[in-house]
């Protein structure tokens, strides 16, 4: 029997639904404003996907396109602007900035009420202290709402995190050991030694780590929990040029208990997710 399937694409359906009545119940709608800063095909790719969800919702959306050359005080100078207009809500700038721009300054020049990528040092420094009360990082929040909507019991239960990134790896660690969740949550990295020993171990593994097919079925303990963050783009001969894959083989199917899919699976949880702190950040202003 075949694991089952963790549908992203159903459950950020339910996450849209439950932010209808609080739009309404605003006095205007959310306004989010995104930054794009260069012609990453991805970023635009991801970006329209969200332009596509705020519409759906209501949701205003600004979009600022910067060519890629633009200078770092182009850059900040714009955020600084959005920080400073009322009728903004929620800031966010995509992701990958060009080589050299510190993407970790930029964000932290974002205020943090407007943050709704959760990725200020404020914003993260709560989730430090175990409040989840804010602005939280969009796919760890997500992953969350996933385990949740698919009953997957996780106090007391071995969690095991590939990747230690501000943007997933480190967050969705905080979120499952947290009180009330009560996972153990381990880490693994570059550095960790016999990762495949550590995972067989795991009754959840989240593959955050951007390598194609990683996580193979004899990692797997059977009936373990697996989310695959990863969305790689892999060249073929196909009309595209390329096919997308997950961190996770394929093959895992058919030992875990439960899987999350690429495509449908973490991405459009990350975006509904960005929809509930657009209005999270709308509420608390």
Excluded at 56 to 85: K, P
Excluded at 156 to 169: E, F, L, M, N, P
Excluded at 185 to 213: F, K, P, Y
Aim: hydrophobic content about 45%; overall charge negative.
């Amino acid at each position: 029997m075949g694991a089952t399937r963790i549908d992203g694409n159903a459950c950020g359906a339910a996450v849209e639904a439950s932010l209808t009545e609080r739009i309404a119940a605003l006095s205007s709608p959310p306004h989010l404003a995104v930054v794009i800063v260069g012609d990453d095909p991805a970023s635009h790719v991801y970006v329209g996907a969200k332009e596509r969800a705020c519409a759906r919702l209501g949701i205003r959306s600004t979009r600022i396109d910067l060519a890629a050359d633009a200078d770092f005080s182009e850059v900040t100078s714009t955020v600084q602007g959005l920080n400073s207009d009322p009728d903004v809500n929620g800031i966010l700038v995509q992701s990958p900035l060009p080589s050299g721009m510190d993407e970790i300054a930029i964000t932290d020049l974002i205020d943090p009420v407007k943050d709704v990528d959760g990725f200020h040092a404020q914003n993260l420094g709560r989730l430090v202290q175990g409040d989840t009360s804010g602005l939280l990082p969009c796919t760890p929040a997500g992953i969350m709402r996933m385990l949740e909507g698919a009953n997957i019991e996780l106090s007391g239960k071995r969690a095991v995190v590939i990747g230690r990134s501000r943007i997933v790896g480190m967050p969705i660690s905080l979120l499952l050991a947290q009180k009330g969740v009560d996972a153990t949550a381990t880490i693994a990295h570059s550095r960790t030694q016999d990762m495949a020993a550590l995972c067989r171990e795991a009754d959840v593994i989240i593959a955050a780590v951007g390598r194609s097919n990683m996580v193979t079925a004899d990692w797997v303990k059977p009936g373990a929990t697996v989310i695959d963050v990863g969305v790689n783009r892999v060249e073929d001969d196909s009309d595209k040029g390329y096919h997308l894959t997950g961190d996770v083989h394929p093959d895992v199917a058919e030992v875990a208990g439960a899987l999350s899919p690429v495509p449908g699976g973490v991405g459009p949880m990350t975006i509904a997710m960005l929809m509930a702190n657009t209005v999270r950040a709308t509420e608390m202003q």
